[in-house]
T-cell receptor
């Protein structure tokens, strides 16, 4: 149980285009989903926290107009990188908290999405 | 603000031996959770073990166990009978109970298990 998927697993796009990444909780409902960014050989950096049906909360320094987050249902959150540039190239990871097992305070992670902007 | 420190950027161990990864944290909170996550070359984050701060008993999961020292704010991970599949980055993480839902991660320790 507690499986989180991400799609696509990797994407290459041209500079200036927008890219959408999906994060789905497959066997549970997620009260909260989180989006992280990870640079090579570094730790995870939290970008934003999203709750179903409400606006995402962005971390300091993260451009909300650049990284659009939508959490339309209890099983799906999307991250859209708008007008992507080479510096946006990175590994993006989502995680989700189980609505039922919320007392466990555990985040379950997706497999990540590699984004390369040319 | 909470901080998590992993002082060992890299470690190596021989297959079948035991290795301990260190983690210290700084917080003024009394109720919180601590986690060890593993990130193998596939980069999938996998929960290894979880500890509630109010529990004095150290958590164990098969070959993985922790040494939780609340007063010292220390949370080390012991891997027994190391296997080649244990080769990965290991991240220590902190979460405040009932407060912010944000996980605070350490910088990670790269563990290599040698045959």
């Amino acid at each position: 149980g507690a499986v989180v998927s991400q799609h696509p697993s990797w994407v290459i796009c041209k500079s200036g285009t927008s890219v959408k990444i999906e994060c789905r909780s497959l066997d549970f409902q997620a009260t909260t989903m989180f989006w992280y960014r990870q640079f090579p050989k570094q730790s995870l950096m939290l970008m934003a926290t999203s709750n179903e049906g409400s606006k995402a909360t962005y971390e300091q320094g993260v451009e909300k107009d650049k990284f659009l987050i939508n959490h339309a249902s209890l099983t799906l959150s999307t991250l859209t990188v708008t007008s992507a540039h080479p510096e946006d190239s990175s590994f993006y990871i989502c995680s989700a908290r189980d609505r039922v097992r919320v007392y466990q305070e555990t985040q379950y992670f997706g497999p990540g999405t590699r984004l390369l902007v040319l | 603000a909470q901080t998590v420190t992993q002082s060992q950027p890299e470690m190596s161990v021989q297959e079948a031996e035991t290795v301990t990864l260190s983690c210290t944290y700084d917080t003024s909170e009394n109720n919180y959770y601590l986690f060890w996550y593993k990130q193998p070359p596939s980069r999938q984050m996998i929960l290894v073990i979880r500890q509630e701060a109010y529990k004095q008993q150290n958590a164990t999961e098969n070959r993985f166990s922790v040494n939780f020292q609340k007063a010292a704010k220390s949370f080390s991970l012991k891997i027994s009978d190391s296997q080649l599949g244990d080769t990965a980055m290991y991240f220590c993480a902190f979460l405040t109970q009932g407060g912010s839902e944000k996980l605070v991660f350490g910088k990670g320790t790269k563990l290599t298990v040698n045959p």
